[in-house]
């Protein structure tokens, strides 16, 4: 029976059997809770709410430097493929960056000194590379592969706009008045940085077509930074079979300097 206070005996009887009866929790009248002294272990019960906050508050932390750090990395991203406010998967982009390109010297222009050569033009070409089946000489049974038909494009400036075509010919046509034929060297002068697109190209204005407009002084035509228009792995299976493949590329016409 817990320790009743003075105060307490001298109370009626059933005042004090109410005050026996009454919760102590373990602490007589007389005593408190003993106070926590700084530095002294706490007990288990507080211990364990404490760590399980610790340990709450550590994920929250960690999980919000996660996203700080994701954010910070995708704001990165998005400037690197944007330079005064330009979009990436423009022409413009695409342009400036073939800007940086080395080019093969399997392709590069001829030095042509003392006074070296001169960039007339610079377009953006997006399109098809187009084929058609042919029989697959000496195959018996008969077989076939692709034949590279022509190309089918349009060209953009650096303004993103789009200014001409890019036909069988090869030509590269802006206006009635501004047009040009390409034919390749002997032998060609080709380049292949990447397996997977056609290759990078030198051409010269085709004997017999003049160019005119602004490609009327061009002396060489370089086809850079092809993504896809490879013609098909799975070979055709009839001689009426035809394929188009996207590509695009980057097309420089060059002039001599005098």
């Not at 944007?82 to 400036?96: Q, T, V, Y």
């Amino acid at each position: 029976m817990p320790e009743l206070p003075p105060f307490v005996m001298n109370m009626p009887p059933l005042v004090k059997r109410r005050c026996q009866n009454f919760p102590t929790h373990g602490f007589p009248y007389n005593q408190t809770k003993p106070p926590l002294v700084k530095g002294s272990p706490q007990p288990p019960a507080r211990r364990t709410r404490f760590a399980s906050h610790l340990k709450t508050y550590t994920m929250k932390k960690n999980l919000l430097i996660a996203v700080s750090v994701a954010g910070l990395f995708l704001l990165i991203a998005l400037s690197c493929s944007r330079e005064d406010g330009i979009s990436a998967a423009s022409p413009a982009f695409k342009l400036m960056e073939t800007e940086r390109l080395s080019i093969p010297a399997a392709i590069e222009l001829p030095a042509n000194l003392p006074n070296g050569n001169s960039r007339v033009a610079t377009f953006y070409a997006e399109g098809l590379q187009k084929y058609k089946a042919q029989v697959k000489a000496g195959s018996d049974p008969v077989m076939y592969e692709w034949l590279f038909v022509a190309p089918e494009a349009d060209l953009y400036d650096a303004s993103n706009a789009k200014v001409g075509t890019h036909g069988a010919g090869p030509f590269w046509q802006l206006s009635a008045t501004d047009s040009i034929f390409g034919q390749a060297f002997t032998p060609a002068k080709t380049a292949t940085p990447d397996a997977n697109s056609i290759p990078w190209l030198q051409l010269v204005p085709k004997n017999g077509k003049m160019p005119t407009g602004i490609f009327s002084n061009v002396a060489y035509i370089q086809r850079i930074a092809t993504t896809g228009g490879k013609a098909p792995e799975a070979a055709p299976k009839s001689l009426s079979d035809k394929a188009d493949v996207f590509y695009t590329a980057v097309y420089r016409f060059s002039k001599k300097n005098p």
